[in-house]
T-cell receptor
C-alpha cells in the first residue's frame, strides 16, 4: 500500500490564526517531505525529514514550522501566514532515508489565508 | 545546474488515440527519472520510475516511458487514451544521493470525445 494521508483536506485561516497540517504514512518510509504548490505550477520543496531529523529547509519563512514526532507522522505548524501563502500543501514520503528514492505524495491540504 | 524540461505546455488528444509527452533532462550524470500525474485538486501519483537497466519502463494505468541517453530524453507514452487520463503530467529528475526532485513545468493533457 503506497498511501500517504493528509488532514485536513481544506483549511481557511486568518492571518492571526495558528493551525497545523498533519501527514501520516504507514509504509515504513524514513523520509518525509513538505511541498507547496501554487496553481498551474510544479510542487516546490519546503522541508525534508530523514530518520526524524530535519535534513533540508529550503529557506522557508519561520511562520512555517515543521515537526516530525515519529517516523510515521509529519506536521506543519502555521502561524501569522500571509495571503500569498494560500496554496496546495503536499506531503510526501520515500523509502529508506530518502536520498535516491522515489517519493509518494498525499492528496494535499488546500490552504486559503484570508 | 540539474534541470528537467517539458517542452509542451498543453496537449489535446482524442479519446482512443495515442499520447506521447516529452521530457528532456540536463544532469552531469544519469539521474533517476520519474513521471507523475495530478488530477485537478489532487496529489501527485507516481506513474513510473527509471533508475537503471531496461530503458523501456512500464508503469501503472497503461503508461510506459523510454529512457534515451543519446537524446537526454524520457518520454511518456500511452497507446490508447481514456477520458480519465485528462490531467497534469510532471516529469521529475533526482540526482543520485539527493533528496530534491527537479520537476518540469508540467504538461496539461485534454482528452476530447
Amino acid at each position: 500500500d503506497t498511501e500517504v494521508t493528509q488532514t485536513p483536506k481544506h483549511l481557511v485561516m486568518g492571518m492571526t490564526n495558528k493551525k497545523s497540517l498533519k501527514c501520516e504514512q504507514h509504509m515504513g518510509h524514513r523520509a518525509m517531505y513538505w511541498y507547496k504548490q501554487k496553481a498551474k505550477k510544479p510542487p516546490e520543496l519546503m522541508f525534508v525529514y530523514s530518520y526524524e531529523k530535519l535534513s533540508i529547509n529550503e529557506s522557508v519563512p519561520s511562520r512555517f514550522s515543521p515537526e516530525c514526532p515519529n517516523s510515521s507522522l509529519l506536521n506543519l505548524h502555521l502561524h501569522a501566514l500571509q495571503p500569498e501563502d494560500s496554496a496546495l500543501y503536499l506531503c510526501a514520503s520515500s523509502p529508506g532515508g530518502g536520498a535516491s528514492y522515489e517519493q509518494y505524495f498525499g492528496p494535499g491540504t488546500r490552504l486559503t489565508v484570508t | 545546474a540539474q534541470s528537467v524540461t517539458q517542452p509542451d505546455i498543453h496537449i489535446t488528444v482524442s479519446e482512443g488515440a495515442s499520447l506521447e509527452l516529452r521530457c528532456n533532462y540536463s544532469y552531469g550524470a544519469t539521474p533517476y527519472l520519474f513521471w507523475y500525474v495530478q488530477s485537478p485538486g489532487q496529489g501527485l501519483q507516481l506513474l513510473l520510475k527509471y533508475f537503471s537497466g531496461d530503458t523501456l519502463v512500464q508503469g501503472i494505468k497503461g503508461f510506459e516511458a523510454e529512457f534515451k541517453r543519446s537524446q537526454s530524453s524520457f518520454n511518456l507514452r500511452k497507446p490508447s487514451v481514456h477520458w480519465s487520463d485528462a490531467a497534469e503530467y510532471f516529469c521529475a529528475g533526482l540526482k543520485q544521493d539527493d533528496y530534491k526532485l527537479s520537476f518540469g513545468a508540467g504538461t496539461t493533457v485534454t482528452v476530447r470525445a
